[in-house]
Nanobody, 129 residues
Framework: QVQLVESGGGLVQPGGSLTLSCAAS????????VAWFRQAPGKEREGISC????????LYADSVKGRFAISRDNAKNTIYLQMNSLKPEDTAVYYC??????????????????????WGKGTLVTVSS
């Protein structure tokens, strides 16, 4: 059974850090593009980072570039999102998603249609003092 399970969310003060985990089962993340998305209340879902299955090249949206880092641990079949210098506007539900193809163009390009094969249920990140 294919499953993606996010963890690591919580409440953090502005300027703080959190690391999210996305544990995969039923497929091998090394063979998939895995992306992180987020959705804030009342806003559209936003693609923020992706790591392709075929390389270690990482992609980031401008909103998180320089503050977030995506990584993959093939031995644990897990993807991570290290989030630093968090801001109140980073408050959202964070989702990981995997696709057998390439990273979605929305990560670094304009909003548009996209599809991912598998989705997790999300983890809430709240940045507040």
């Amino acid at each position: 059974q294919v499953q993606l399970v996010e963890s690591g969310g919580g409440l953090v003060q502005p300027g703080g850090s959190l690391t999210l985990s996305c544990a995969a089962s039923g497929f091998t993340v090394a063979n998939y593009a895995v992306a992180w998305f987020r959705q804030a209340p009342g806003k559209e879902r936003e693609g923020i980072s992706c790591i392709p299955g075929t390389s270690s090249t990482t992609l980031y949206a401008d909103s998180v570039k320089g503050r977030f880092a995506i990584s993959r641990d093939n031995a644990k079949n897990t993807i991570y999102l290290q989030m630093n210098s968090l801001k109140p506007e980073d408050t959202a539900v964070y989702y990981c998603a995997a696709d057998s193809g390439s990273c979605p163009a929305v990560i670094t390009g304009p909003p548009g249609p996209y599809g991912m094969d598998y989705w997790g249920k999300g983890t809430l990140v709240t940045v507040s003092s």
